[in-house]
């Protein structure tokens, strides 16, 4: 057997990732980076103290030392790396990177260069996101994406039922009235942008609705748990058994 070393601050053990959260409730529905059944392996989730949807938008500098305790704290506990359950949080990004001693991914945007490596010059790539007006060029920008791709964005805060549901956190979610609104919305973008090579799912609460998307768009489709399982299948390879 190995041998096995104490962490101090450790509540228990055997936890691969660790998801800072914002501060918020609101129902987080199974493939939702919110919800633990959304993983095949162990997560630890930790709030964020004042870090509301607004706050972490605008990348509010005052969320900084909360932000970074909070990151901290996980790595204490011994994940193995550090994501988000908001894809604004790349503004902390660079900030809780260089603030910790083990991988940090914050922010589903952080796919766009890798998703921008597979298309040819012509492709575009399609950002669906939780509110478009937040989701200036700065944030992108953040994200390494290469200065001639281009992006085609549309946010989802002018679909009634999205708005209602997570907008203003409810009780309830109705998840066919929302994957139908998220459907909707990407074949339009795909209707007047039909070079739209791939979609990037930005909002942490999308995961749910990618395989409809991809249905319904015939289009490769990337999110929040894109990036979580790539980090995860590097911290845990598994043997190859067949045969030859």
């Not at 910790?100 to 012509?122: A, N, Q, T």
């Not at 066919?176 to 609460?205: Q, W, Y």
Request: proline residues 7%; glycine residues 8%.
């Amino acid at each position: 057997m190995p041998i096995y070393h104490n962490r101090p601050r450790a509540d228990a053990y055997g936890y691969c990732v660790g998801m800072l959260m914002l501060d918020v409730r609101q129902p987080f529905v199974p493939g939702d980076v919110g919800n633990a059944t959304s993983y095949d392996y162990p997560v630890l989730f930790q709030t964020v103290p004042g870090a509301e949807p607004p706050r972490v938008m605008r990348g509010d500098p005052e969320l900084n030392d909360a932000v970074v305790e909070a990151a901290r704290e996980l790595e204490a506990q011994g994940v193995k790396g550090i994501g988000s359950d908001c894809g604004f949080f790349v503004t902390f990004q660079d900030l809780v990177r260089e603030s910790v001693d083990i991988p940090v991914f914050m922010s589903s945007l952080l796919e766009l260069p890798l998703i921008s490596s597979f298309l040819g010059k012509d492709k575009a790539i399609g950002v669906l996101t939780a509110n478009s007006a937040a989701l200036g060029n700065q944030v992108l920008e953040l994200s390494g994406i290469e200065p001639g791709r281009e992006l085609v964005v549309r946010g989802m805060q002018d679909n009634q039922h999205w708005y209602a549901a997570f907008k203003v956190p409810a009780e309830k979610v109705d998840t066919d009235i929302i994957e139908r609104e998220m459907v909707n919305t990407a074949l339009e973008m795909k209707e007047s942008s039909p070079h739209i090579g791939a979609f990037l799912l930005e909002c942490s609460i999308m995961p749910p609705y990618a395989k409809a998307v991809q249905e319904a768009t015939g289009t490769p489709v990337y999110d929040f748990m894109s990036i979580i399982n790539y980090f995860q299948r590097g911290t845990h390879q598994q043997p190859y058994q067949g045969y030859y």
